[in-house]
């Protein structure tokens, strides 16, 4: 167990005036000695460091990948990688015992966690890890063939939002030439690992904004990365909005507050002893010039994501209500912006969605839920659930023991915590395609991976006054509190992470199956699949139509299994050539998240295959193509179907 940490390096008085200062030549003579890395306290800072990477190194070609089974990379996860982390986070421990006055000692920890968590399947996998993610993939090579955008075209797939907010692909399309690679598929993979080394640092101002204390900086950021679970740093415009949403917070925070508005906030005697003051206030003009620095940033926001900006807005929006950010100017630059897209750009969309809202509005559990069934089935997606929602938890019942305790940081940091409770009224408004639950967590967690640091790390860095018994029991609290809750919050990341795994990776051979049977299609086919996720679900979607007839609620989809061939048929419009792709991905994506029961698909595929109305086109043992062959001219003549 490590010693109690100290955040602060207070030098001795008593010492230097015993041994007087160093003569005036002695300090021109003297060289600095390099320090000795064997030392005890530097041996237990570097060390772990070095082994940590050296047992990942030696798991990571032992990561059976390619033989996932129920629990997806879970059991398939050698010892060592295991060991790995738990060395990590030791040695984190004691980096923190330095913290105050060698901070780069827990970035490089948190660094080395963030490539120990997410960079094993960009090393490993040959084929990009979320199948859903290809269809970013498909977005940008259309962009870089066409060179134009199409807000206003109805394309299949719900592809329309990616033209009406092209941000995002545009930057990268921009990118595909200058790394003169093939496509964006050739770093797709490494997109977690590099958002992630961008917004540590973003956190970092944000953090330190509301304490001095540099253990707790790192210990939220280390909270952050590990319960960041929820899978949305991938490559797609959520991540990129989401770190340009953080900056514009962290300027807003540092830059934004009003004169005469801290109080009593700037006296140290009033704070907590962590706390930091709040930073000096800014002039009407210099707050101006913000909003000019920003607005940048905010439209690419709005030209990226479409959710993104409403939670900027909220965000916004909760800082007014505290005198100290009550800046209406820049929540209706941010208002106005978003508006401007929303009624230009993206207004198909947009009018789409506000058409909708009648039947979401209040909906707080329809809203709330996670996919379109929300049922998880299997042992991995069930204990992958089980461990998202243990992490929900853990990470916000130790914020609230921060809001209950530490009322003084609470006080300093209130700013922080409305930010992250802003996004939870959303939940009154859509469900975000069953997706609101992860956003809503996605943008509390920079303040609430705060707090539940500040519920870890005692607050006796730097004190000058004695203790006492509160303060000790404390110490003596949080010395066993702090590792156990890491380890425990490391252990759960990885089901959260990587218990659906088996849904995530597919085989090179399916996708080549898939893009062989689009290349076929003709012109204005119709591709039917049970559902989107799987690899070049759509490639070339700009030619072809899509039907993802497995996309709706369990109960529709068990009256669809009993005749799947005459369901198909009443869907598919008269003289539409059309085929369907059935692939391994879709039977396990599709078991897994519950959209159809069990043994549902291989029912599916029997029942297609023995039909008449479809002919096998392509058979694979990853999957099938079949093509529909209309028997009559009653048959095909569109129906309720879709």
Known sequence: MPAPLTGRSVPSPALETAQGPPPADAARTTTRTPPDLL??????????????????????????????GDYGLLDRLPIAFHLSLLVLT???????????????????????????LKAAPAVLYDSVRYPWASKHDAVINQ??????????????????????WPGFFSLNAALVRIFGVESAAAYLNWAPIVLGLLVMPVLILIYRTFTEDWRLVWTAVWIFQVANWVGQDYLAPQGFAFLLHLTVLAVVLRHFVRPGSAGRLRDRTCLDPVAAPVPPPTGVRQRAVCIAILAPLIVAINASHQLTPVMLCASLLALTLTRRYRNWGLLAVAGLLMLVWDLTMGRPLFLETLRTLRDSLGELMQNSRAGYAGELTGPGPELAGLANVLMVLAVAALAGIAVLTRRKLTRSALPLLLVSAAPVPLFAVNDYG?????????????????????????????????????????????????????????????????????????????????????????????????????????????????????????????????????????????????????????????????????????????????????????????????????????????????
């Open 39 to 68: 030392r005890p306290d530097l041996l237990l800072t570097w060390l772990p460091l070095l082994t940590g990477v050296c047992l990942w190194l030696f798991a990571l070609p032992r990561i059976g990948f390619r033989t996932m």
């Open 90 to 116: 030791c040695g984190f421990l004691f980096s923190l015992r330095r913290a105050g006055t060698a901070p780069w000692w827990p970035a490089a920890y948190c660094v080395a966690l963030l490539f120990a």
């Open 143 to 164: 962009l870089l063939a066409n060179g134009e955008l199409r807000p206003g075209a109805a394309l299949s797939g719900n592809m329309s939002a990616y033209d009406q």
């Open 434 to 642: 069953g997706e609101m639950l992860f956003r809503v967590y996605l943008f509390g967690l920079p303040g609430a991976a705060f707090f539940a640091a500040a519920a870890l790390v005692p607050p006796v860095a730097g004190l000058r006054r004695p203790a006492g018994r509160v303060h000790l029991v404390r110490r003596r609290v949080t010395a066993v509190a702090l590792p156990a809750v890491l380890v425990a919050l490391v252990v759960g990341f990885l089901p959260s992470y990587y218990g659906k795994e088996r849904m995530y990776y597919t085989p090179p051979a399916e996708t080549a199956m898939v893009t062989r049977a689009i290349d076929r299609a003709p012109k204005g086919a119709l591709l039917l699949a049970t559902t989107g996720s799987f690899p070049q679900a759509l490639h070339h979607y700009d030619q072809v139509e899509h039907w993802f007839f497995a996309e709706q609620e369990l109960p529709e989809n068990e009256k669809m299994l009993k005749d799947p061939a005459g369901y198909l048929a009443a869907g598919i419009p008269r003289g539409t050539e059309a085929f369907v792709l059935l692939t391994r991905t879709q039977d396990i994506y599709s078991a897994g998240e519950g959209l159809l029961p069990a043994g549902g698909f291989a029912t599916l595929r029997s029942r297609l295959e023995a039909s008449p109305l479809f002919r096998v086109v392509e058979e694979h043992p990853y999957g099938v193509v079949l093509e529909y062959r209309p028997q009559g001219p009653g048959t095909g003549s569109g129906g309720t179907g879709r």
